[in-house]
């Protein structure tokens, strides 16, 4: 059997993007690397990366790398920071504000990975797109199912606290059913390319 070109495989994945960009400041000449040295520490703990012209969508910043400093003049200094981040856009409603499940089980986006906030205390169950989980909640659990972690309100891990698979737990494009038997909020993490 022939063949012309190259086989694929479609992962689902997304390669990173990055964005360079380029900053300049004016300053005191005898300040110059003290404000370098305060804007590295501002760009390494860099998370989100939100461009202006899309203001309701922001990027995951994986890594950030710093060029050199170049003195352009006595008072102005200029360098170059690379973002590397991840291959989808969050919308900002998705990430910041904890959602009632019942009015946010439509996906406008791609397949998203939520945070399930369960609130109660015992063993719940929950139910997304007939995919269920058993959780021994202790007050307040986080399912990140993303990162496949639990933790509670304290960041202490609750991974042993959680029977079943987080993968199946995400919200396909369009109608979702989504059931729990304690108190549910929800972190919906919606994306789009």
């Known amino acids: 059997m022939n063949r012309d ?8 994945l997304f390669d990173d ?8 400041f004016m300053v005191d000449p005898d300040l110059i690397n003290e404000s370098m040295r305060k804007f590295r520490k501002v760009f390494f703990k860099a998370q989100h990366l939100l461009i202006s012209d899309d203001p309701y969508f922001f990027y995951r910043v994986k890594e950030v790398s710093i ?11 200029a360098f170059t920071v690379v973002f590397r981040c991840d291959g989808y856009k969050y919308h900002i409603s998705g990430s910041r504000v904890m959602k009632d499940p019942k009015e946010y089980t439509y996906n406008p986006f791609d397949v998203c990975y ?10 719940h169950t929950l139910t997304v797109n007939g995919n269920s ?3 021994d909640v202790p007050g307040k659990i ?3 199912t993303e990162l496949e972690l639990a933790y509670t309100d304290n960041n202490e891990s609750a991974m042993t606290r959680v029977s079943g698979d987080y993968k199946p737990l995400s919200l396909l494009p369009g109608s979702n059913s989504i059931a729990c038997s304690c108190s549910l909020a929800v972190y919906t993490n919606w994306r789009c390319i």
Do not use: M
């Open 5 to 12: 070109g190259q086989l694929s495989k479609d992962t689902g």
């Open 67 to 77: 060029g050199a400093l170049s003195r352009a003049g006595l008072y102005k200094g």
């Open 142 to 144: 986080f399912i990140d």
């Open 17 to 24: 993007i990055e964005f360079s960009i380029d900053f300049n």
């Open 133 to 135: 989980i058993t959780v």
């Open 114 to 123: 939520p945070i399930y906030v369960l609130i109660g205390s015992g063993f």
